[in-house]
């Protein structure tokens, strides 16, 4: 199973990428620290790393050139609230992959972290790339709904749900589970937005596919 190391120094933020991130597939380990990060990534156990560069002590930036400069070859993404463009140019000429600027949605997140993954001079991603269910395949690679061999038009958000609900088929899912793997951390509190969109992939699964646990959330059974 693909292994991610989360290094970030937010425990709001850790919690959401890991729950998000093991929802889809993935084994992650965080570190919130850049000397705890070099030690798991020089491990050899890591097959892509998530950095910020505002860690406390060392800054994210000194943390990836010690990383490349001691032979860490995985992709390297790097998440931060710095969106200045001297940020950006030094972090790809230190050696990231990638790099995106918080507030990020997940599904942009995992988008970008599969795509990395895809790369060959990287190593290979085991996970499924396409979910069944029934008479539901979910293609992850593309990005489309069939059902019943017939394509479905999905939005973004409406996708992640549906890949979220079919990781975790049978599973109840709270709301607030939803949100935090959905949505992420910049949702409206109080926000009824789970419900909606439960009701959106409904009308175009059948109103049977998701079950209401009253007073727990939902219940993918298609």
Not at 23 to 46: E, F, H, Q, R
Not at 53 to 80: E, H, M, S, W, Y
Not at 159 to 184: I, K, P, Y
Not at 203 to 213: D, P
Request: glycine share 10%; aromatic share 8%; net charge negative.
């Amino acid at each position: 199973m693909t292994h991610i190391l989360i290094v970030e120094d937010e425990s709001r933020i850790t919690t959401f990428l890991e729950k998000g991130l093991q929802a889809s597939g993935y084994t992650t380990t965080p570190a919130s620290s850049g000397a705890d990060a070099t030690a798991i990534a020089l491990d050899g156990n890591v097959d892509l790393l998530l950095l910020d560069l505002g860690l406390p002590g060392q800054n994210g930036l000194d943390v990836l050139k010690d990383l490349r400069g001691q032979g860490f070859q995985a992709p390297v993404i790097i998440l931060t609230a710095r969106s200045g463009i001297d940020d950006k140019v030094a972090g790809f000429e230190l050696g990231a992959d990638d790099y995106l600027t918080k507030p990020f949605r997940f599904e942009e997140l995992l988008a970008r972290i599969r795509a990395r993954l895809r790369n060959p001079s990287t190593p290979a991603d085991h996970s499924p790339t396409v979910l069944t269910q029934g008479d539901i395949a979910l293609d992850l690679r593309t990005r489309r709904l069939r059902l019943g061999g017939q394509p479905v038009d999905l939005s973004a958000r409406e996708f992640t749900l549906l890949e979220t609900f079919m990781r975790n088929a049978d599973q109840v899912l709270s709301r607030q589970h939803l949100l935090d793997l959905v949505w992420g951390y910049d949702y409206e509190p109080g926000s009824n937005v789970v419900d909606v969109y439960v009701g959106y992939l409904r009308k175009k699964l059948g109103s049977h596919a998701i079950e209401t646990v009253r007073g727990m959330g939902y219940r993918f059974t298609r």
